[in-house]
């Protein structure tokens, strides 16, 4: 239900409105937080356009496959393990997050290739 919800937001909404949802946290600071892009990576990655996702949002790619390890080790109550995947989730995004803020990680910040 959530994944249709996101997919009439992503494929429907967006293109008949062009009404998107700010982040908050750039609007307030001017900084990019770790979603920033991930709206336009999903976008992207819907059209297949994989190159043009990561440079939206890299951390799409980088905590996808630690999902599938939380979810497969939650499935099977193994808690030490997804609580260790967890804690580097949430590690890896708030290092992100600051990372892409930084002048020599500039290039995580989330922009257009060739647009």
């Known amino acids: 239900m959530a994944a249709a919800g996101g997919l ?3 494929k ?18 001017g900084l990019y937080c770790p ?8 976008l992207s990655l819907l059209e297949g356009d994989l190159p ?27 808690r030490r393990t997804s609580r260790t995947v967890m804690g580097a989730m949430v590690t890896a995004a708030l290092a992100f997050g600051v990372m892409r803020n930084l002048p020599a990680w500039e290039w995580l910040s989330p ?3 060739g647009s």
């Open 8 to 10: 009439a937001y992503l």
């Open 12 to 29: 429907v909404w967006l293109p008949a409105t062009g009404l998107g949802i700010p982040c908050v946290f750039h609007e307030a600071t």
């Open 35 to 42: 979603g920033c892009g991930m709206t336009r990576a999903a």
């Open 52 to 78: 043009q996702a990561f440079r939206y949002n890299a951390l799409a790619f980088g905590l996808l496959p630690l999902v599938l390890v939380y979810l497969i080790a939650n499935r099977r109550g193994m």
């Open 111 to 113: 922009t257009a290739i």
